[in-house]
């Protein structure tokens, strides 16, 4: 089955920093990777997403780049801000959106 | 995300008490999952259901039960068997267009 790898498990940055996090998966029929932002006791919300035939979409201050080939792809976070401060998830999803699979998550925190 | 919503919010259980958690989705999902999350860690399939009267095991089926008698409800009963239920569980539906799981609030257990 899929597996997700994601690093760092936790990220600090100063304000206004850049902060990069970067996930890996096996399984080659995974074509959906969306991105969540969990704040503490909040649910996990989507806040940016990328499909196999796209190379990187970019919403504002938030990006995803996705490398097929070497199965990885990333979340870029640009201008930090304090509010950023959350645990990211990333996830991998099969074709057919049945096999949804989580990384264990990165801790980030913005510090001013 | 608005659409999904769990009850109650916070829900306390004495040892050897059977407890049902509340899951109820306006957004017309076929699919609904059932996560649970311990204190800084990532998000464990409990059920999953990608349709009505069927439901599939997760990775920690064990001590959980759930029912989908309703396309807009799916409930997940935490029974005795389930030693250290003590957690925060959240509840999701997945849009069948994007393959995006959208999560409800959660419910945060607590064995007394």
């Known amino acids: 089955g899929e597996n997700v790898e994601q690093h760092p498990s936790t990220l600090s940055v100063q304000e206004g920093d850049s902060a990069v996090i970067k996930c890996t998966y096996s399984?080659?029929?995974?074509?959906?990777f969306p991105w969540y932002k969990q704040e503490l006791g909040k649910r996990p919300q989507l806040i940016i997403d990328i499909r196999s035939n796209v190379g990187e979409k970019k919403d504002q201050r938030i990006a995803v780049t996705l490398n097929k080939t070497a199965k990885h792809f990333s979340l870029h976070i640009t201008e930090t801000q304090p509010e950023d401060s959350a645990v990211y998830f990333c996830?991998?999803?099969?074709?057919?959106?049945?096999?949804?699979?989580f990384g264990p998550g990165t801790r980030l925190s913005v510090l001013p | 995300d608005g659409g999904i919503t769990q009850s109650p919010k916070y829900l306390f259980r004495k040892e050897g008490q059977n407890v049902t958690l509340s899951c109820e989705q306006n957004?017309?999902?076929?699919?609904m999952y059932w996560y649970r999350q311990d204190p800084g860690q990532g998000l464990r399939l409990i059920y999953y259901s990608q349709i009505v009267n069927d439901f599939q095991k997760g990775d920690i089926a064990e001590g959980y039960s759930v029912s989908r008698e309703k396309k807009e409800s799916f409930p997940l009963t935490v029974t005795s068997a389930q030693k250290n239920p003590t957690a925060f569980y959240l509840c999701?539906?997945?849009?069948?267009?994007?393959?995006?799981?959208?999560f409800g609030p959660g419910t945060r257990l607590t064995v007394l």
């Open positions: 957004l017309n999902h076929d699919a």
């Open positions: 996830a991998a999803v099969d074709n057919y959106g049945q096999n949804f699979v």
């Open positions: 999701a539906s997945k849009n069948p267009s994007s393959d995006t799981q959208y």
């Open positions: 399984d080659s029929a995974s074509n959906y």
